[in-house]
């Protein structure tokens, strides 16, 4: 077991999460499953057992990544199984209802912002610590970012403002991470069909004010581009990468 690389992925029960572990898995890592819901949990696990993956190469974790004691017993619960940690997958991302910001109550602000950004520092944080001290010293982080993190959408003020808090973090990450061997990179995401995309698929408000589908893309192209960023060797990074539906009303958005 020791021979394998190990991933901890945040948000692993549905959408991007679900099918990057299927991805690490198939890859040959170790991979640490961290979602709010054990029992979403347990069918990605099963589901890759049933595709061949052994069972000594999972871990389910119930985490809730907003809190700071549940983020320290999730790593200590990988830290016991296995031996080193190889990438840290902040994938885990919440979101609230588009509406205007006079609109916004302080807790729909709060719960984005929690879980999307401080969420993300709690377990860079303890990642860090990890590959700090382990033997050969370093690792890989990679953020989910979103598009969101480059260009907004009508009445995201929550989640865009997380979004680009997060570009803040892997950039002060890439650089503190240096001396270190610790390489940290953000993959933005625009329109992959997973359920936190439904609404797009079905009509989305865009910036000229119409309601519009919008093309969407394979959830399966941004697992592999996950897999391919993890798969370079530690003195190369991509800082960042935009994957997104070639259709989709990004260049040029508004």
Excluded at 67 to 96: C, H, I, T, Y
Excluded at 169 to 185: E, H, K, P, V
């Amino acid at each position: 077991m020791s021979h394998r690389k190990t991933a901890i992925v945040t948000g692993a029960g549905s959408g991007v999460g679900k099918a990057t572990t299927q991805l690490l898995l198939n890859d040959g890592y170790n991979v640490v499953l961290v979602g709010r819901r054990m029992e979403r949990l347990t069918e990605v696990r099963n589901a890759a057992v049933e595709g061949g993956a052994d069972l000594n190469q999972v871990l389910l974790v119930a985490a809730d990544v907003s809190d700071p004691a549940s983020v320290e017993q999730l790593f200590a619960a990988a830290a016991a199984k296995f031996p080193r940690l190889d990438l840290l997958f902040n994938n885990a991302g919440s979101n609230v209802p588009a509406v205007p910001i006079e609109e916004l109550s302080i807790e729909q602000w709060k719960s984005v912002l929690d879980v999307n950004v401080t969420g993300t520092f709690l377990c860079t944080r303890a990642a860090v610590r990890w590959m700090k001290r382990q033997q050969p010293q370093g690792g890989r982080i990679i953020n989910n970012g979103s598009v969101s993190a480059q260009v907004p959408r009508p009445n995201t003020a929550p989640y865009t403002a997380s979004k680009h808090a997060v570009t803040g973090l892997t950039r002060a990450t890439a650089l503190d991470g240096r001396r270190f061997n610790i390489a940290c990179g953000q993959i933005d995401i625009g329109n992959a069909v997973t359920e936190m995309s439904a609404r797009t698929q079905v009509g989305v408000l865009q910036a000229n004010g119409q309601i519009e589908a919008e093309p969407m893309m394979d959830v399966a192209n941004v697992a592999r581009s996950v897999l391919h960023m993890a798969s370079l060797p530690l003195d190369a990074n991509i800082l960042f990468l935009t994957v997104m539906a070639t259709g989709m009303p990004f260049v040029g958005r508004g």
